[in-house]
């Protein structure tokens, strides 16, 4: 088991938190998604996978969800 946290952009209710975790589901591998809501600031996702995820694909779930993956340093 693989557990991978991210911090994304833009959240701010409930369909935020449902179109994100719907695209990070499909991910091949992906078990489990819980999202922590932070309205005005930077939300969290933990993402628990069988195998370890491509953080390419999961920036790209989450831009398919209209949200932005926040990298370190950036």
């Known amino acids: 088991m693989t557990t991978t946290t991210i911090n994304i952009t833009g959240m ?15 991910l ?4 489990t998604v819980d999202v922590d809501l932070v309205n005005g600031g930077n939300s969290t996702a933990t ?15 989450v831009a398919e969800a209209g949200y932005t993956v926040v990298h370190d340093g950036a």
């Open 12 to 26: 701010t209710c409930s369909h935020c938190v449902s179109a994100v975790t719907n695209e990070l589901s499909d």
């Open 47 to 61: 993402i628990s996978s069988s195998v370890p995820l491509n953080a390419a694909s999961i920036d790209e779930a």
């Open 28 to 31: 091949p591998g992906v078990e």
